[in-house]
């Protein structure tokens, strides 16, 4: 076990297609913001001993309050006009997880999961039993069209113009935006949460990776894991889990497993998508075979605070 007394935290704000083009100037300042101010919420735990499944909690916790991305405030349209959340995260040092699946009204799912997680008699909840549990432990109760954007109805709505059907032909023209969150803590614990509305114009009910532990969310002693892409590809690949143990069986570096991952398991499958990683000595991987991903870490080490979109970006981490 690491007896590093540093601390590094890793976040995404969704894979997809970006397009330079579409993404104006004033978008992406708002877009960057809301990622550093997730950042800066996840270091403050972090900088003063708190834990990792704390940290990346509050950094998710950010985004989804953000409209910007398809998390909480902002999250995708299902097949019938509504919203239903999806959030998970796991404590490597524990092995605890807490994970919801179609929550129609919890405001901040990744903080219901959260207190999932430190339950003994239950690691995943859906539907109105999850909304009906947050509403008697307290958890902030909204309406469902809180999360409207008007963003994400005209993505509704193109998607739906494209074929009544739509759920995969929308995200080849549009951006996705899902949330997660990977950190390492001062005890070099490690812990990932990764929250999302899924995919736009999904079936009413269709669990996507994000609500599933060892497919868009896994840590461990080893490394911790949040996802996002088409998530049927992420669950047929368990892709989380399988990162952890492409290091931990096959004796891969966080690199090289993340890579396989992505580009060779999931990619293979036809999938589109992209994870951010982080293993026990700090190291990081933000692989993704879409066409950018917005992304950011920090890293106490050198005091450095980054955020990036595409590849292409100065120095850009991959
Ligand atoms: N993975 C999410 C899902 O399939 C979507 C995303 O990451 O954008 O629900």
């Given at each position: ?48 001993g ?10 998710v916790?950010r ?86 954007t ?5 993505q ?8 009544e ?13 899902t ?41 461990n ?29 096959g ?14 398991h ?18 990081i ?13 920090v ?16 120095n850009?981490?991959?």
């Amino acid at each position: 076990m690491s007896t590093t007394k540093t601390f590094s935290l890793c976040i995404h704000g969704g894979a997809g297609v970006i397009n330079k083009e579409n993404l104006s100037d004033k978008e992406k300042e708002l877009i960057v913001k809301d990622l550093n101010l997730s950042l800066s919420a996840g270091k403050e735990i972090l900088s003063k001993g708190g834990t990792a499944s704390d940290a990346a909690c509050a950094a998710v916790v950010r985004l989804e309050n953000s409209v910007h991305f398809n998390a909480g405030k902002g999250a995708v349209f299902s097949r019938s006009g509504q919203h239903f959340l999806e959030a998970s995260i796991m404590d490597g040092h524990t092995l605890k997880a807490g994970a919801l699946a179609n929550s129609r009204s919890i405001k901040n799912p990744i903080e219901f999961a959260k207190t999932l997680m430190h339950r003994d008699d239950i690691v995943m909840l859906s539907g109105t039993a999850a909304d009906n549990m947050a509403n008697q432990l307290k958890h902030e109760l909204v309406e469902n069209n809180y999360f409207d954007t008007s963003f994400r109805k005209n993505q509704w709505e193109t998607a739906k113009s494209l074929s009544e059907n739509a759920i995969f032909l929308d995200h080849s023209n549009l951006k996705m935006g899902t949330v997660g969150a990977v950190a390492i803590d001062q005890n070099g614990h490690l812990a990932a949460a990764t929250s999302t509305g899924g995919m736009t114009n999904k079936i009413d009910g269709r669990i996507g990776d994000t609500a599933i532990i060892g497919c868009g969310t896994y840590a461990n002693s080893i490394c911790a894991v949040s996802c996002t892409g088409i998530g049927e590809y992420f669950i047929r690949t368990t892709i989380a889990s399988l990162v952890a143990n492409l290091m931990e069986y096959g004796g891969l570096s966080l690199e090289e497993a993340t890579h396989k991952a992505i580009h060779e398991h999931q990619a293979m499958l036809g999938g589109e998508g992209g994870l951010i990683a982080i293993d026990n000595q700090g190291h990081i991987a933000m692989p993704y075979n879409s066409q950018g991903m917005y992304r950011g870490l920090v890293n106490e080490l050198d005091d450095s605070q980054k955020v990036y979109i595409w590849n292409t970006d100065e120095n850009a981490l991959k």
